[in-house]
């Protein structure tokens, strides 16, 4: 399978706990997002890598949450401290993006976490 | 935060019948495109459209742009049962980002969940 793999795709913690997601993006693209989407809502960016570098963060992402993708391949995020509010579908996404414009998302499955 | 914004949020329609869905946004956009996701699944492209262009095709697929009133239009012809899902747009903000054109991110509506009757 050469899409974009997303472990665990479950996740169920108890608030206060820490818990880190992997993403597997396909491997020749550049970019590599993070989203969030919550019951009924359309996804809530997160933030976005161009090869290793972290390019941008949402302004309203919390400071308990980090990502990382060393070397450019895969991503982790991780979530400290999880409140129950952050129970949410994280979907991670890769695609082939220029400076000109960002291209076609390819997403993974998803990963689901609940906190109790 | 969300800037498209589809309409209706949700559509019920007959297998055969055309189903139309509407997205608005606030800024000015490299491209538009749209996402169907399956019920728990992740977001599966349909389509992009540029801001040069007025409308494209693909298969049963039409989707029209109009700039000047930061709206967009998908329309599925002759719906199948398979179609029911959400469907969402997403706009690549024009606004100048690290490298002087897409800001990088993808911006997401709310969506509008379809359902198709057999």
């Known amino acids: 399978d050469t899409g974009v793999s997303q472990n665990p795709r479950h996740k169920i913690t108890k608030r206060g706990q820490n818990v880190t997601f992997r993403c597997d993006p396909i491997?020749?693209?550049?970019?590599l997002y993070w989203y969030r989407q919550t019951l009924g809502q359309g996804p809530e960016f997160l933030t976005y890598f161009q090869n290793e570098a972290q390019l941008e963060k949402s302004r309203l992402l919390s400071d308990r949450f980090s990502a990382e993708r060393p070397k450019g391949s895969f991503s982790t995020l991780e979530i400290q401290r999880t409140e129950q509010g952050d129970s949410a579908m994280y979907l991670c996404?890769?695609?082939?993006?220029?400076?000109?414009?960002?291209?076609?998302?390819?997403f993974g499955e998803g990963s689901r976490l609940t906190v109790l | 935060s969300q800037q498209g914004e589809e309409d209706p949020q949700a559509l019920s329609i007959q297998e055969g019948e055309n189903a139309t869905m509407n997205c608005s946004y606030k800024t000015s956009i490299n491209n538009l495109q749209w996402y169907r996701q399956n019920s728990g699944r992740g977001l599966v492209h349909l389509i992009l459209i540029r801001s040069n262009e007025r409308e494209k095709h693909s298969g049963r697929l039409r989707v029209t742009l109009d700039t000047s009133k930061k709206s967009s239009s998908l329309l599925i012809t002759a719906s199948r049962a398979a179609d029911t899902a959400s469907y969402f747009c997403?706009?690549?903000?024009?606004?100048?980002?690290?490298?002087?054109?897409?800001?990088?991110?993808?911006?997401f509506g709310k969506g509008t969940k379809l359902s198709v009757k057999p």
């Open positions: 997403a706009t690549d903000d024009s606004i100048t980002g690290l490298y002087g054109g897409s800001q990088g991110n993808l911006i």
């Open positions: 996404a890769s695609s082939l993006g220029s400076s000109l414009n960002t291209g076609e998302l390819f």
């Open positions: 491997s020749e693209h550049n970019r």
